[in-house]
């Protein structure tokens, strides 16, 4: 052992102190395993079988949920490295040059997973490539094995022509290897290159590799085989594969109608709709009934402005508290201007990161998001959803579908009196925005050009993660603020008094569109 043994270092990859050791005097069987080792996604199958789709979709995912991950492509190292594509004999299997090239390739991406872990702190990377023989998911373990990486394989497996036909013509012939090529010429040459990956592919063995973690998904969801799951990310994964599905369908996001609140331009609360509300609520119904959705599901949650806009439809739908808004805590039914006034170290907080920022006694993005997760997994089960939910809580379910960062998420636009449908296709989501004709309050808030730095640490220590208020109304409690409660009636009177002055309707803050659907 070194001289040094007793001093202890922290190591950027693990965040975690470790004795000092030589890294050169470490080999694969003496680096150490820890529960929050980097894990590294292996795909396996063959070409078209949904691969790259599953691995956008589970990066999108493990992104969204707070756990930072990437997708390394071998087909781009490919790419990169062959600036012209020819034709499937570079896949043969006997084509020894091209076979040097892509072992090349592999290594590379596999050199930049290391550097992802080490440098860029990234807790999961997926390794998307076919990894369809022995000999190639032996070098992968090897090298996790090395690097103290937990490893876990995703295989594709799909006999059904039809699915594969369609994953063809959907995805692989807008591929970069076929661009100005002959529709009819593509197809043939790639179902040739299928055929060379074919000879060589050796799928996970029951027996052979029992001692992995893994899952097979047969045929696009109809059935699952799971081995081994070791860890919280595994079977969170596992859990995320096994809800989603590729059936055509459209997800109709929307807020509330314009609420009593929104007019005085109060945040949070439990408001009936305004005038203008209640008339959105009745061009939606008519606007969901010219759609001709079949089976459509409408959702809502537990407040009062978002059922009365349900109600307006005329057709059944479902309650969820997890749709609730976020909870301001101490701020609720306080406009901005008032919380900068009273409050000026928080409203400062909060302008310096919005995705992390907690109200008093309330939530933070990051909260919602954790909330809105069994929401996430619901909505990828079904098929044709309207949710009419509340600002923040469309907000973080826009940044999931459309992969926004956490950065991204408090800042997206989710106007009133809009419908955004977003039809899923081959690698990401596309968005149609309806403006329904019935004028509202508009309530965005910018990002702020310059936050102001506060000496109140963002992170506050909580003796308990906040729960949502039993109560669909919630109250102030000032005296969390450093309030007395001598003077909580004064405040809430002085309250009252700007209420009151504030007129019904602002025009300044009136959004005026024009009927537009874009893409």
């Known amino acids: 052992m070194c001289s040094k043994k007793a001093e202890l270092t922290q190591t950027a990859l693990l965040k975690i102190w470790v004795p000092w050791t030589d890294p050169s005097q470490r080999t694969g069987s003496t680096v150490p395993q820890f529960t929050n080792s980097p894990t590294l996604i292996v795909m396996v199958g063959l070409p078209a079988r949904g691969k790259t789709y599953i691995s956008k979709k589970l990066t999108r995912y493990l992104n969204w949920i707070g756990v930072p991950t990437k997708v390394f492509n071998v087909g781009q190292y490919r790419r990169e490295a062959v600036q012209t594509y020819k034709n499937y004999e570079f896949f043969r299997p006997d084509n020894e040059e091209a076979m040097k090239i892509r072992r090349a390739c592999a290594m590379a991406a596999l050199k930049d997973v290391c550097i992802y872990f080490t440098q860029d702190l990234g807790q999961v990377a997926v390794f998307d ?22 490893v876990f394989f995703v295989e594709s ?27 009819d010429e593509a197809v043939e040459d790639f179902l040739k290159r299928i055929e060379c990956y074919r000879t060589t592919y050796v799928p996970l063995d029951d027996e052979l590799d029992r001692d992995l973690s893994y899952i097979k998904i047969f045929n696009v969801g109809s059935r699952y085989l799971v081995n081994r799951v070791l860890d919280h990310i595994q079977s969170r994964i596992v859990y995320y594969l096994m809800n989603i599905h590729v059936t055509p369908r459209s997800i109709y996001l929307c807020r509330h109608g314009e609420s009593e609140l929104n007019l005085l331009g109060r945040i949070g609360g439990d408001s009936g709709l305004s005038s203008r509300g209640i008339q959105f609520a009745t061009t939606l119904g008519r606007f969901i009934q010219s759609q001709s959705i079949r089976d459509l599901k409408v959702w809502t949650s537990h407040m009062k402005r978002t059922i009365q806009t349900a ?7 479902e309650q969820w508290k997890a749709l609730n808004e976020i909870d301001a805590g101490v701020c609720e039914e306080m406009m901005y201007e008032e919380i900068q006034a009273n409050y000026p170290e928080e409203f400062a907080l909060r302008d310096q990161d919005k995705y992390r920022y907690r109200y008093p006694k309330g939530e933070s993005y990051e909260d919602l998001v954790q909330r809105l997760e069994p929401v996430i997994m619901e909505l990828e089960r079904q ?9 923040a809580v469309m907000r973080c379910l826009l940044a999931y579908f459309l992969d926004k960062s956490a950065d991204e998420l408090p800042y997206l636009k989710c106007p009133l009196h809009t419908v955004l449908k ?14 329904l004709n019935i004028e509202a309050v508009n309530t965005h808030r910018d990002r702020p050009t310059t936050a102001q730095c506060s000496p109140v640490p963002l992170y506050r220590h909580r003796r308990a ?7 669909p109304t919630k109250t102030p409690c000032l005296q969390d603020l450093g309030q007395t409660p001598d ?12 209420q009151q002055s504030v007129p019904f309707t602002h025009k300044s803050h009136v959004v005026r569109h024009g009927v537009k659907t874009t893409s």
Do not use: W
């Open 157 to 183: 497996v799909c006999d059904d022509p039809e699915i594969i036909a369609e994953n063809i013509m959907q995805v692989k012939l807008s591929s970069p290897d076929y661009k100005d090529c002959d529709k």
């Open 422 to 435: 977003l039809t899923p296709v081959a690698y990401g989501c596309k968005v149609e925005s309806i403006y």
């Open 311 to 317: 109600e307006a439809l005329g057709v059944p739908y």
């Open 129 to 150: 490539a076919t990894n369809t023989t022995r000999e190639r998911r032996d070098v992968i373990l090897t090298f996790c094995k090395e690097n103290g990486y937990k």
């Open 465 to 471: 993660r906040p729960l949502a208020s039993p109560a």
């Open 487 to 498: 003077s909580l009636q004064v405040t809430l009177g002085r309250l009252t008094q700007t």
């Open 383 to 391: 098929e044709n959803v309207l949710v009419v939910c509340h600002q």
